[in-house]
């Protein structure tokens, strides 16, 4: 019994190691509270939409051109259209789907007027959205009939439209860029050159268009940085502005805790256990008992 009295921690001592635990987290959360005190001005961009956090005031951006929304809506008729089909493959269509086709038929066909209205600068450009409309109501019409598809269907279909939801996408990348630019530069003439420079901003935006995000390469080629860091802080599938405050309150704390108790400004914006973990994965076998025995 004595040999083994000490392998096991009394249900008192683990309690007393939960307790440091908790006790930890509770500074670091109140460390974190602290550091974001301190931040501002902060910019918080999510999807089309800036919110400017400054001398205790949150001010919404003005809502994007009107352009801007017929473009990007004209792009999500066709996604539809694709999802509709695609992810089920050829063949019958669902009565489901038939009616959700019906469905989405009637929406592109109502949003003539208001998209005609909204690129009225450029009839142009205007009339090139309803033909993309028209041609989705086509299909839709066409599928409806047979209650099946076949892959060469869509095939035609998006070489007629790509070109367009291709051109819809670069203008879309414009008017939100200049719907930024020109809000920024509103709001710059009321903040210091200090609080200018001293500026953070959050993007909060989903996992996969992190890569080549739209704001944050505009806010790098702003503030003049090489994308995410001390800077900009992208907040990845987080879209509670209290959550996205707490993640920039995290990168912020992580540099001072890097710079001051490990020396480098970077450590804990990496696994801590990482680079210890490398070094011992190279000295392992892995190997499954069955491959050992071969």
Partial sequence: MGCCAGSFAAPDDVNSLKKIDVF????????REHTL?????????SGEDLTLLHAGKEIKSIPPPTGYRALTTISH???SLFLLLEPYGEGRISSDRL???????????????TVTEYLADDLRLAEDQITVINKSCSLIDELIVKQKWAA?????????????????VKLAAKFRI???????MTWKQN?????????RVIVSGAAMPRKHNLAVQYFSKLFGVRGE??????????????????????????????????????RMHRDLLGNAAAVYLDGMTLSSPETQRD
Avoid: C
């Avoid at 005190?37 to 961009?45: E, L, N, Q, S, V």
């Avoid at 060469?152 to 819809?168: G, S, T, Y």
């Avoid at 200049?178 to 920024?184: G, K």
């Fill in 99 to 113: 009616e959700q086709l019906q469905q989405l038929s009637r929406l592109a066909e109502s949003a003539k007027v």
């Fill in 229 to 266: 860091g001390l800077k900009i802080t992208y907040a990845e599938s987080i879209f509670s502005q209290k959550r996205a405050l707490q993640i920039l309150g995290t990168n912020l704390l992580d540099t001072q805790i890097g710079v001051g108790y490990f020396g480098d400004p970077w």
């Fill in 178 to 184: 200049d719907h930024f630019h020109n809000q920024m």
């Fill in 152 to 168: 060469n269907d869509l095939a035609i279909f998006l070489e007629q439209v790509k070109p367009q939801i291709l051109q819809n």
């Fill in 37 to 45: 005190r301190d931040t501002g001005p902060i910019i918080i961009a």
């Fill in 191 to 199: 903040i210091s050159e200090r609080e200018w420079d001293r500026m």
């Fill in 24 to 31: 930890f987290r509770s500074t670091y959360n109140q460390a």
């Fill in 77 to 79: 008729i066709t996604l």
